[in-house]
C-alpha cells in the first residue's frame, strides 16, 4: 500500500492544458525540490482587452504587480505580474 505524505494532500501530481493542437504539462515538485522560477516568463497573448484585464487582476491576486496592465505604445493592453505561487508573467493583447 502506498501512502502520501499529509503536506502533499494539496498538491498537483499532473496537468494537462490543451490550447489548440498544443499540450502543456506540469507538476508540483517533490519536498524539498522547489525553486523559485527565475530568467523566464509565462506570456498570455490575447485578443480581448477586457478578457486580458480580467485574467491579469486574477493572477495578481495575493502575488505582486510588476508592471500595471495598461496600454504600452505597442499594445492595446500589457502588464507584468508575480502570481501567488512566484510565476512570472505577461499579459499581451495583439
Known amino acids: 500500500e502506498k ?20 499540450i502543456v504539462m506540469g507538476s508540483d515538485p517533490p519536498p524539498g525540490h522547489y525553486q523559485t522560477p527565475a530568467g523566464m516568463s ?4 490575447l ?3 477586457e478578457q486580458a484585464e480580467k485574467i491579469f487582476h486574477a493572477l495578481a491576486e495575493n502575488g ?3 508592471m500595471p496592465f495598461q496600454k504600452p505604445f505597442w499594445s492595446k493592453g ?3 505580474l508575480i502570481d501567488q505561487f512566484q510565476v512570472p508573467w505577461m499579459i499581451n493583447v495583439d
Open 3 to 22: 501512502t502520501v505524505p499529509p503536506e502533499w494532500t494539496g498538491k498537483i501530481l499532473h496537468a494537462r492544458l490543451e490550447v489548440g493542437a498544443w
Open 42 to 45: 509565462l506570456s498570455l497573448l
Open 78 to 80: 500589457y502588464g507584468q
Open 47 to 49: 485578443t480581448d482587452y
Open 64 to 66: 505582486a504587480i510588476r
